[in-house]
């Protein structure tokens, strides 16, 4: 490969491609590739359902022997913090995979560069390219690489927002939260979510994501900062 940001990430990657066409989708977003996938080819989408098994597998196996002590809850909490949108984007950032993007004009325009869904899912994509091009012991030797530092800096279990406000509500005697959609903005491929959550007798807080998931989590971390003040 020409030296150049696809060079930078492969070095990043630690491989040269045998079928350089596989890293190439994994880095061209389904906005900039409608009507011309090569027929017989692997779209970004595949390769970025088959990075996310490589993923999950092989944090799990590095917490299974990183932590033998914790029980199985524990383990899986440390998992959804360590393969969620969020760190998968930092991750892209680490590697230079923003720069690598092929993205229709629009999406460019709009910020995909710096949107942590497409950047998580093209991180993904990038490790299924791996995977498919190299077989499992590459894949999971990048993965390792990128994510033992991650893994290794938080001590204890993760307490997701939502977790600590359910306990808090419960500790108090008081119903779960309830969380609800209140508007929805931005395009269908990009959306922004407003959720509110209500607990018994404190005012409603709301918080915005680019999925449920995430205004949940930031609508949680607002009313954990409200009662907890």
Not at 158 to 179: F, I, R, S
Request: charged content about 25%; proline content about 7%.
């Amino acid at each position: 490969m020409s030296e150049g940001p696809i060079h930078h990430l492969s070095r990043q990657l630690g491989h040269d491609f045998s079928r350089p066409e596989l890293l190439s989708q994994a880095l061209t977003h389904p906005s900039a590739s409608k009507g011309r996938k090569d027929k017989g080819g692997m779209p970004y989408e595949r390769l970025e359902f088959l990075g996310d098994r490589v993923l999950g597998l092989v944090v799990a196996e590095m917490l299974f022997h990183r932590f033998p002590n914790e029980p199985e809850g524990d383990l899986a909490k440390r998992h959804a913090a360590l393969v969620r949108r969020e760190t998968l984007a930092d991750v892209a950032h680490q590697i230079g995979l923003p720069a690598c993007l092929t993205l229709a004009k629009g999406e460019t325009e709009s910020g995909g560069r710096n949107n942590p869904g497409i950047l998580a899912d093209a991180c993904e994509a990038v490790i299924g390219a791996l995977y498919a091009d190299a077989g499992f012991a590459p894949s999971a030797l990048f993965v390792r690489r990128l994510w033992t530092p991650l893994m290794d800096a938080v001590r204890k279990p993760p307490k997701d927002a939502k977790t600590a406000l359910q306990e808090w509500a419960q500790g108090l005697g008081k119903p779960l939260p309830n969380y609800s959609v209140v508007g929805q903005d931005g395009p269908p491929h990009d959306p922004v979510f407003v959720v509110a959550v209500a607990v018994d007798g404190v005012e409603t807080a709301t918080g915005t994501g680019n999925s449920k998931r995430v205004a949940e989590q930031a609508a949680a971390k607002a009313m954990l900062e409200k009662v907890t003040q």
